[in-house]
Protein backbone atom coordinates (compact mmCIF):
# COMPACT_ATOMS: atom_id res chain seq x y z
CA UNK A 1 0.00 0.00 0.00
CA UNK A 2 0.97 3.62 -0.15
CA UNK A 3 0.67 6.12 2.84
CA UNK A 4 -0.38 8.91 0.77
CA UNK A 5 -4.00 9.53 0.69
CA UNK A 6 -6.57 11.68 -0.94
CA UNK A 7 -8.76 13.55 0.89
CA UNK A 8 -11.69 15.25 -0.81
CA UNK A 9 -14.70 17.07 -0.86
CA UNK A 10 -13.00 19.92 1.52
CA UNK A 11 -15.03 22.75 2.67
CA UNK A 12 -12.85 25.89 0.56
CA UNK A 13 -12.36 27.09 4.68
CA UNK A 14 -10.46 24.07 5.29
CA UNK A 15 -6.37 24.91 6.00
CA UNK A 16 -3.42 22.42 5.82
CA UNK A 17 -3.77 22.97 9.62
CA UNK A 18 -7.46 21.62 10.04
CA UNK A 19 -5.98 17.87 8.15
CA UNK A 20 -2.66 18.27 10.28
CA UNK A 21 -5.44 18.13 12.86
CA UNK A 22 -8.22 15.82 11.72
CA UNK A 23 -4.95 13.17 10.95
CA UNK A 24 -2.78 13.18 14.22
CA UNK A 25 -5.49 11.19 16.24
CA UNK A 26 -4.16 8.29 13.56
CA UNK A 27 -0.78 8.16 13.20
CA UNK A 28 1.85 10.12 12.40
CA UNK A 29 1.16 12.99 9.94
CA UNK A 30 4.26 13.20 7.94
CA UNK A 31 3.38 16.21 5.33
CA UNK A 32 -0.25 17.81 4.40
CA UNK A 33 -0.77 19.33 1.30
CA UNK A 34 -3.74 21.38 0.34
CA UNK A 35 -4.20 21.72 -3.32
CA UNK A 36 -5.19 25.48 -4.18
CA UNK A 37 -5.76 27.44 -7.81
CA UNK A 38 -2.50 29.08 -9.24
CA UNK A 39 -4.82 32.03 -10.08
CA UNK A 40 -6.92 32.93 -7.34
CA UNK A 41 -4.66 30.79 -4.33
CA UNK A 42 -8.14 29.86 -3.43
CA UNK A 43 -8.53 25.93 -1.91
CA UNK A 44 -9.97 23.62 -4.86
CA UNK A 45 -11.38 21.24 -2.25
CA UNK A 46 -9.12 18.24 -2.05
CA UNK A 47 -5.42 17.73 -0.19
CA UNK A 48 -3.26 15.00 -0.06
CA UNK A 49 -2.22 13.79 3.82
CA UNK A 50 1.16 11.80 3.53
CA UNK A 51 0.93 9.44 7.13
CA UNK A 52 4.47 7.78 8.27
CA UNK A 53 3.30 4.27 7.73
CA UNK A 54 0.98 2.16 5.61
CA UNK A 55 -0.94 1.21 8.60
CA UNK A 56 -1.26 4.60 9.93
CA UNK A 57 -2.57 5.28 6.60
CA UNK A 58 -5.17 2.64 6.17
CA UNK A 59 -6.12 3.55 10.25
CA UNK A 60 -7.00 6.72 8.50
CA UNK A 61 -8.59 5.87 6.02
CA UNK A 62 -10.87 3.74 8.25
CA UNK A 63 -11.30 6.73 10.51
CA UNK A 64 -12.17 9.29 8.07
CA UNK A 65 -13.71 8.57 5.33
CA UNK A 66 -17.13 9.52 5.84
CA UNK A 67 -16.52 11.98 8.83
CA UNK A 68 -17.72 15.31 8.56
CA UNK A 69 -14.87 18.28 8.82
CA UNK A 70 -15.68 21.96 8.11
CA UNK A 71 -19.69 20.46 7.65
CA UNK A 72 -18.53 18.46 4.31
CA UNK A 73 -18.43 14.58 4.32
CA UNK A 74 -14.74 13.31 3.80
CA UNK A 75 -13.92 11.11 1.18
CA UNK A 76 -10.48 9.11 2.05
CA UNK A 77 -8.82 7.06 0.23
CA UNK A 78 -5.11 5.73 -1.10
CA UNK A 79 -3.55 8.58 -3.56
CA UNK A 80 -2.83 7.00 -6.78
CA UNK A 81 0.38 7.84 -8.85
CA UNK A 82 0.12 11.48 -10.91
CA UNK A 83 -0.81 10.35 -14.38
CA UNK A 84 1.64 12.40 -16.72
CA UNK A 85 -0.16 14.89 -19.01
CA UNK A 86 0.71 16.31 -22.32
CA UNK A 87 2.39 20.00 -21.61
CA UNK A 88 0.53 22.49 -22.96
CA UNK A 89 1.75 25.01 -25.76
CA UNK A 90 0.52 27.63 -24.44
CA UNK A 91 -1.97 28.51 -27.60
CA UNK A 92 -4.96 27.77 -26.13
CA UNK A 93 -6.03 25.30 -28.98
CA UNK A 94 -5.22 27.52 -31.63
CA UNK A 95 -2.33 26.95 -34.03
CA UNK A 96 0.49 29.58 -34.68
CA UNK A 97 -1.18 32.06 -37.40
CA UNK A 98 -4.60 32.00 -34.86
CA UNK A 99 -6.43 29.08 -37.18
CA UNK A 100 -8.67 26.47 -35.09
CA UNK A 101 -7.21 23.23 -35.32
CA UNK A 102 -9.35 20.66 -36.02
CA UNK A 103 -10.50 17.90 -33.65
CA UNK A 104 -11.54 15.51 -36.90
Not at 16 to 45: I, K, W, Y
Not at 64 to 79: E, P, Q, T, W
Not at 84 to 92: C, I, K, N, V, W
Amino acid sequence: MNNKLFVGNLSFSTTENDMQDAFAPHGTVVETNLVTDRTTGRSRGFAFVTMGTDEEAQNAITAMHGKSVDGRALAVSVARPREERPSSSGAGGRSYDGASRSRY
